[in-house]
């Protein structure tokens, strides 16, 4: 079972900020709350952020109601001194660390395009020496594929 959990901002029209909380089914929660919450019919607008783990998106949470302020959260979370691993609760990144992280994760986008492109060109190629009469074990040898990867690039049952 995953950890993930999101944190949620909750703005009216203009943008103000009603309510923050997290959730692990975001659907569900605003669901709940469009039942629950008077102050439901004033929502417009939602953001949802996920975090690896349940007390990174706490700490994030209370970060939020801290320093945001919304209008319908009644209470700050309390927040452990330490996590469950005996570390000091995650904080947000300093900005450069932040523009660090933002360069790698744009890195890390064109990356996963570039093997994209890669899978394409090499699923082609596997045709084409499948089409120009090639067996199996040399197209998985030529390409540094296995078998079975062969096999599914051609939409071949394996056999």
Same mark, same amino acid.
């Given at each position: 079972m995953s950890d993930r959990t999101a944190l949620y901002r909750l703005r009216d029209g203009s943008s103000a900020l009603l309510y923050v909380g997290i959730t692990n089914r975001p659907h569900v929660r605003f669901g709940n709350h469009r039942i629950e919450k008077p102050w439901w019919p004033d929502v417009e607008h939602t953001e949802v952020e996920w975090f690896e783990t349940r007390a990174a998106a706490m700490h994030a949470e209370t970060i939020a109601i801290r320093h945001e302020h919304p209008k319908w959260n009644k209470a700050v979370p309390a927040t452990d001194d330490k996590n469950a691993a005996g570390r000091a609760p995650w904080s947000p990144p300093t900005p450069e660390i932040a523009e660090r992280l933002e /360069?790698?994760?744009?890195?890390?986008d064109e990356l996963q395009h570039l093997r994209a492109e890669i899978k394409a060109m090499t699923k082609a190629?596997?045709?084409?020496?499948?089409? /120009?009469g090639a067996p199996i074990t040399i197209i998985a040898a030529e390409l540094g594929l296995d078998r079975k990867t062969v096999y599914r690039f051609l939409g071949r049952p394996m056999s």
């Open positions: /360069a790698l994760k744009e890195r890390s190629l596997a045709i084409m020496y499948y089409e /120009a």
